[in-house]
């Protein structure tokens, strides 16, 4: 396996250990003494703080001290061939247990490398001699899929590591699974010591009422294609990513392969440099792939969840979440995948069009990870639905959008005190969207010379005259999909009318004189 200078250059360096590094080893050492033979232990530490290098020198030195054996356990294939190249680097000779591999050597080894699947098959037909094992580390142990294998180490003190310690099941807590949580230095501790680069994050409210939670606990793949492969999504995404990312090496990641081929085809006739992959390309198609990712300085690679993990790629300046998710693991490991520092690259830029951030706050806040180790339903409980954050939104104008208005003062109308004040006052909530209208006529006569002009300012106010739609729904509780795009044509006619009616007049009492013919 090839190691390119940028790594070969990190694992130099991880080899000498940080002192957060060796404080961690020190920890859980010390926990090896204290603890039972059988004891779970679990350790946290963000993405890119080094855990793989970290539990390879807990590998070398327990080999050293002791004379038991070591498996460390992956979920991936491409994770199992990178903990074991880091494991060969740390001077642990080691054997991958892949379904090619012949087992006939392997009383020669003290370290076993191996994915769940496959170990449950080896272990299932007694192919694998586990005896001795007296440590079993298991790398991204918030995935469930390692505790069928528990009961076969039943007397092996078990290392889980993880970025997010929060299970990828609400049915299985990680507390039913480990005694104990060590956590280890914070995003932000990374940030400020120069180990990690600062997200710089740019939101987008999106209405995503109209996703579906599947049995998994987080958004359904088809739900979310529906909404992210509609045109307008689709222009939000662009228009975000010519906002705030072009010209970056931009990651986007989707909940979906559709939408991910439509978001390569939208990025593809604007002319931009993308590639999609997912788990459906071949070996050689993504190695191609990556590499072209790598060596272009403005390459887009859009994807589906397949570099999630295993996937470090430095160069990588800006990550756009094309989409939403429940899972405060995943929204840690999308982001992650910027979080790599280089010479010249402090920070990254973080485009969320998934209200991911309003769900789960800032990347970097400082989360109590041992609250939630021990009470993931309490935090859970205390995530916002997505009508709960829709209510709280506030629609702000984009920068290049609010240019054009730039003679009003406030560009901002409150659609739900307007109807709270119309009700209280004993109104037809009709008012509240003529209202509306009025207001939005006023700012574009303001910013306008003649009424083609202000025309022409109101056929950019779609995304503000939707969201007003929307909040308007809500509050009169109608909000049935032909009904909504009813209103949404009705008001952009009335719109237009009012401002051919009305300018002449609009346009006298803003400034107190009449246009020029």
């Not at 899929?145 to 299985?172: D, N």
């Not at 590639?275 to 994807?303: G, Q, V, Y």
Request: with cysteine.
């Amino acid at each position: 396996m090839s190691i390119s200078k940028t790594e070969q250059e990190e694992r130099n360096v991880g080899k000498d250990l940080y002192s957060y590094q060796k404080g961690a080893i020190d920890k859980i050492f010390k926990a090896f003494e204290e603890s039972p033979d059988d004891y779970h232990l679990l350790y946290q530490l963000p993405t890119g703080g080094g855990k793989t290098v970290i539990f390879s020198e807990i590998v070398r030195q327990y080999l050293k001290h002791h004379k038991k054996k070591v498996l460390v356990m992956t979920h991936r294939i491409e994770l199992c061939k990178q903990t074991s190249t880091m494991l060969t680097e740390f001077a642990v000779d080691n054997k991958v247990i892949d379904s090619k591999a012949d087992l006939s050597d392997q009383a020669n080894y003290s370290c076993f490398v191996a994915m769940v699947e496959t170990l449950n098959n080896r272990l299932n037909d007694d192919k694998l001699d586990i005896s001795d094992i007296g440590l079993v580390i298991i790398d991204e142990a918030h995935y469930n899929s390692f505790t069928k294998l528990f009961k076969f180490f039943s007397q092996s003190f078990i290392l889980g590591v993880t970025a997010t310690p929060l299970s990828s099941s609400i049915e299985l807590p990680m507390t039913d699974n480990y005694d104990e949580l060590i956590v280890g230095e914070s995003i932000e501790s990374l940030i400020s010591n120069g180990f990690l680069a600062q997200a710089e994050m740019f939101t987008y409210n999106v209405g995503l009422t109209s996703l579906v939670v599947g049995a998994n606990g987080d958004y359904t793949v088809k739900s979310s294609e529906d909404l992210y492969t509609a045109d307008d999504m689709l222009s939000k995404l662009i228009q975000a990513y010519e906002e705030r990312s072009k010209g970056k090496k931009t990651l986007i990641f989707n909940n979906g392969i559709n939408t991910s081929l439509h978001v390569y085809d939208t990025f593809r006739r604007a002319g931009y440099p993308i590639a999609h992959l997912d788990n459906t390309n071949t070996k050689k198609e993504r190695a191609m792939i990556l590499k072209w990712f790598k060596k272009t300085p403005d390459a887009i690679l859009t994807s589906v969840s397949i570099l999630t993990t295993g996937f470090d790629e430095p160069t990588v300046e800006s990550i756009i979440l094309n989409r939403a998710t429940k899972s405060l693991t995943l929204y840690y490991q999308m982001i992650g995948r910027g979080s790599r520092i280089l010479k010249n690259k402090k920070t990254f830029s973080v485009i969320d069009l998934g209200n991911n951030f309003h769900r789960f706050g800032p990347w970097g806040d400082n989360l109590d990870w041992q609250r939630i180790f021990r009470s993931p339903n309490y935090y859970l409980d205390s995530i916002l639905s997505d009508d709960e954050l829709e209510s709280n939104f506030r629609y702000e104008m984009p920068d290049a959008l609010r240019a054009e208005f730039a003679k009003s003062k406030d560009v901002y109308f409150d659609i739900q005190k307007t109807y709270v004040d119309s009700i209280r006052n004993g109104e037809s909530s009709k008012v509240v969207l003529e209202r509306s209208i009025e207001q939005h006529a006023k700012i574009c006569v303001e910013n306008s010379e003649d009424v083609y002009d202000a025309l022409g300012l109101a056929k950019m106010l779609g995304d503000d005259i939707d969201f007003r739609i929307q909040r308007y729904t809500k509050c009169i509780s109608k909000s049935t999909y032909n009904f909504v795009e009813w209103l949404k044509d009705d008001y952009r006619k009335k719109l237009n009318s009012y401002l051919r009616a009305n300018f002449d007049e609009v346009f006298e009492s803003i400034h107190g004189y009449p246009p020029e013919d």
